[in-house]
């Protein structure tokens, strides 16, 4: 096909989006999952609130694919401060903040978060992935360099692509390698983000944080935390990864965390210093171009966030929970890949099929939890990923893993074995 710059042949593909090569791509790839004539595992539809258990057409599942962690999403205490800030406020805030879109519910908001971080201060944005997307794409440009972990979240990548900094993954929670290219590189860029998560989503590993922490004052950098699964999970308080690694709050740049998973709600959030807080608030397009949080989004994690302090236990029972799930299933001889007693645990099948394969036999049995296939992991690392909550019985677990034990013996009488000769 031939373009010549001042005159072009338009195909039908160029005005009708339905011939165009990324819709046709999309429909090869959903044929793909089901040359094996199991149903897309994909936008199934739940009829109520989703915690350990998930109602999809008129059945009640066991349900460990959703992260509301602590079970806050459908909590009462929460609903009814919802139902109490829509009566106030409204659904909407109908502006920007930075206009008049800016409510008391907020600035109790910011506040709570920064006090149960350590930090001086926090804001709060609409969405989880539009809060890195927006702060890491301003806060870095072209002459800086981002350094992110090679099993880095879309909306990491995505801010640092939109940054314009040079950017360099490094091997997954290797702080050596992250150590190695900066005492190369450092010298030729300006500021630098080292960017980490404090729990990794597909694989429930965690990386070592102090060591981070040494990396990036060695080299006079910048370091956030994205604490989408690590904030209300980890430390004995369910403080994150601070308290878990019993480091200095200050020691982090750029606290991240969502308020979609054990803060019930949706959004965002960054915590640190105080300057930090009110650059983003001045001049951050996703803050300052974009309404302020819903008042039900503010009220539900506000509460969301008290309940967590004032039932500490929650946090407790997530970790139970999720210490059991993994010693079945290593005893089970399932391969759980690096998971480390949090509550995002994988079952690698080792190819998509299996995986699909996995996931149908197991709802069948009336137990919902979704298969990760390629490419969104390579082929062979295709899994179940497992989200365990405070709000799962131990039953429910005993029950789950025993079923999934048995269904991939049946459908792979292989995997015991092949598990041995794979990494772990
Ligand atoms: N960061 C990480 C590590 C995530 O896993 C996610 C989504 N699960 C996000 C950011 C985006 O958060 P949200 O879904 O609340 O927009």
Known sequence: RSARPDHYEVHPEDFDFAQSADYLRLRQNLKIAQRSGLPIPFFNVHQGITNDRALIGGKEYINFSSYNYLGMSGDPAVIHAVQDAVAKFGTSVSASRVVSGQKTIHVELERAIADFIGTEDSIVF???????????????????????????????????MLSGARRRPFPHNDWKACDEILTELRHEYHKVLIVVEGVYSMDGDYPDLPKFVDVKKRHKAYLMVDEAHSMGTMGLHGRGMSEHFQIEPRDVDLWMGTLSKSFGSCGGYIAGSKELVEYLKYTAPGFVYSVGLSPPNAAAALASLRLLQEEPERVAQLARNSRLFL??????????????????????????????????????????????????????????????????????????????????????????????AAPT
């Open 126 to 160: 609409v969405g989880g992935h539009s809060t890195n997307e927006t702060t890491i794409g301003h806060l870095f440009g072209s002459g800086d360099m981002i350094l992110h972990d090679s099993l880095s979240h879309n909306s990491i990548l995505q801010g640092a």
């Open 327 to 420: 010693q079945l299933a290593q005893e089970a001889k399932l391969n759980t890949g690096t998971s480390n007693n949090t509550p995002v645990v994988p079952v690698i099948t080792g190819n998509s099929e299996n995986a699909l394969r996995l996931a149908y036999v197991l709802f069948e049995q009336g137990i919902n939890v979704q298969p990760i296939l390629y490419p969104a992991v390579e082929e062979s690392a295709a899994r179940l990923r497992f989200f365990i909550t405070s709000t799962h019985t131990e039953a429910q677990i005993r029950q789950t893993v025993a079923a999934v034990a048995e269904a991939l013996a049946e459908i792979d009488p292989e995997y015991g074995r092949s598990l041995r």
